[in-house]
């Protein structure tokens, strides 16, 4: 069972377009992770947001985090071709021993 | 430095044998986890390893997996009597904190296919 749903499932964009991702949880947490997959690879690790924070930058990527919503958004600028690939986010539940993935947004960027 | 690596990068195994994956988590890291990826889903936390104890068993589907680190070092997620269900890619994560809190570091995984 997953508990974090992407939102959309599937995002098709030209070069230089912004991508926004919606990722929603169900249950209380410590913080929320994104993570990057290109295909046949493992994750990477794209930012981390705590609990106590609202938003978060790091490089082109932009995360939000809305804990009375129970969700959050990335937000890739000035998107490139290389940013192709699979976008997970990553909740570990208040006392829990585990990270707990969505179900990804496959990303396309075209150039 | 190196990174996670996980052995062997494909299997194929036939209905009924026994498979063993091995991670080489990176060195020094105190927490490795085994995911299970089902194809065109995210990653399913399987178990966690905190050096070499076991604190967190709850996602093995079932008795037939079974997972060990012997030494708080590399770790072998063994499946028995394979069945086709059982395909998927095994991811494994480590990272230099205790708990999942934190960034962790994964692997390519082992993508096993059971015919």
């Known amino acids: 069972s997953q508990q974090g749903e992407e939102d959309p499932q599937a995002l098709s964009i030209q070069e230089g377009e912004n991508a926004t991702m919606n990722c929603s949880y169900k249950t209380s947490i410590n913080n929320l992770q994104w993570y990057r997959q290109n295909s046949g690879r493992g994750l990477v690790h794209l930012i981390l947001i705590r609990s106590n924070e609202r938003e978060k930058h790091s490089g082109r990527l932009r995360v939000t985090l809305d804990t009375s919503k129970k969700s959050s958004s990335l937000l890739i600028t000035a998107s490139r071709a290389a940013d192709t690939a699979s976008y997970f986010c990553?909740?570990?539940?208040?006392?829990?021993?585990?990270?707990?993935f969505g179900a990804g947004t496959i990303l396309r960027v075209k150039s | 430095g190196a990174g996670v690596s996980q052995s062997p990068r494909y299997k194929v195994a036939k209905r009924g044998q026994d498979v063993a994956l091995r991670c080489d988590p990176i060195?020094?890291?105190?927490?490795l986890f085994w995911y299970q990826q089902a194809l065109g889903q995210g990653p399913e936390f399987l178990t966690y390893?905190?050096?070499?104890?076991?604190?967190?068993k709850s996602g093995l589907p079932s008795d037939r997996f079974f997972a060990e680190r012997p030494e708080g070092s590399v770790s072998t997620l063994k499946i028995q009597r394979t069945q086709q269900e059982d395909s998927a890619v095994y991811l494994c994560a480590s990272s230099p904190h205790r708990g999942p809190a934190d960034t962790q570091y994964f692997g390519p995984g082992t993508r096993l296919t059971v015919l």
């Open positions: 060195s020094g890291h105190v927490s």
């Open positions: 990553a909740t570990d539940p208040s006392g829990g021993n585990k990270l707990v």
């Open positions: 390893f905190q050096n070499e104890a076991q604190l967190d």
